[in-house]
Structures are given as C-alpha cells and as structure tokens.
C-alpha cells in the first residue's frame, strides 16, 4: 500500500511540474515576443451594456468598481514577476477595457476597434476576431502585446470563457484556432 501511495505521489508531482514548466514556457514564449496576452477587463459589475450606452461616454457605461481598479492594477506587479516590465497595450474602445489597460500602467494604450464588443451585434464577431489577428499578426518585433477586450471577444477567439480580470496567453502567429499556452490572471 504505501508503495501504491508513494507512486500516486509521484504521478501527481510530475503532473504538476509538467503544467508549471507550461506556464512557464508560455510566459518566455509572450517575454520574447511569441506569444500574446489577451484578457478580459477587470470587474466591471453587470452585464453587456446599460440602455442610452454612448461610445465616448463613459457615465452611459458599464465602469470599473473599486475593486476591478484594484484588479487592474495588480496586473504591474503580475507581470513584473514574470520578467515583463513594459509592453505595448492595445484596447477596446469601452470605458471599462480603456480604464483596465491604463490602470495596468504597463505602457501606452492604443485603443483598437477590432478589440470592441459585440455583445449586442454578435454578427460583427467573425469578422472583429479576424481582424484582431489581422492586427496582431502585422505587429513587428518589440515590447510583449497586451490587448484588453471583452469575454465576448476572448472566448470567439478561444472557445475560453475568462472571468473578469483573466488572461489567455496565445502562441504568434494567431489564428482562428490559436495555440493557448496558458490561462493567466494576478492572484492566482
């Protein structure tokens, strides 16, 4: 019996280095510019957007809490411990996403249409996630890419549904079936 136990032991701990090694490769793969990060916006309370929603206007929106300002924020220390101290950040257009990438203070944020929601016109979602590969895609070498969009979004491009505040690391070149290399967030 304890033979039986110590080999479930081992089968367990080779389980988890294998998935920790994973991790691991996935963030040298996004330090060294092979990979991506796209997440969700943090807490944000709510669903989709409140009637009278205007594009520029964020108190027509859904915003950030107190604690999604919270959680964005500690995507900086997140990253750092990973060895990604700048990098370039694009987001979707909504208040929430625009507020999430700046309080994550990893660089300048480039807002980028094909990263809105399509929540309500899930029609524009085929050809909003082709364009987002399309974008990533041209991007030349440079700091890691953080894109900031919506679960909508993410989980088109993934068949992932993130929770607020949660990352999906892809493999380059993106594809409509991309390679995830791991599923990330601060305080995990």
């Not at 915003?63 to 750092?80: M, P, Y």
């Amino acid at each position: 019996m304890k033979a039986f136990v110590f080999c479930l032991m081992a089968i367990g701990a080779l389980g988890f280095s294998q998935t920790h090694a994973s991790e691991k490769d996935a963030w040298a793969a996004l330090r060294e510019g092979r990979a991506v990060l796209m997440l969700r916006h943090a807490l944000a309370p709510g669903t989709g957007d409140p009637v009278g929603f205007v594009l520029g206007d964020c108190s027509t929106q859904r915003n950030l809490s107190d604690t999604g300002r919270e959680q964005a924020r500690a995507w900086k220390a997140f990253l750092a411990e990973h060895g990604i101290d700048e990098a370039r950040v694009f987001s979707s257009q909504w208040c929430r996403c625009v507020e999430t990438a700046q309080e994550m203070n990893m660089g300048p944020v480039t807002e980028w249409p094909a990263l809105n929601s399509f929540f309500r016109n899930r029609g524009d979602g085929p050809q909003q996630t082709r364009e987002t590969i399309k974008l990533v895609n041209s991007l030349g070498q440079g700091a890691p890419v953080l894109m900031v969009s919506h679960q909508v979004n993410v989980t088109a491009l993934t068949g992932i549904f993130p929770a607020s505040n949660e990352g999906v690391i892809l493999a380059l070149p993106l594809s409509e079936s991309p390679d995830i290399l791991a599923r990330v967030a601060p305080g995990q």
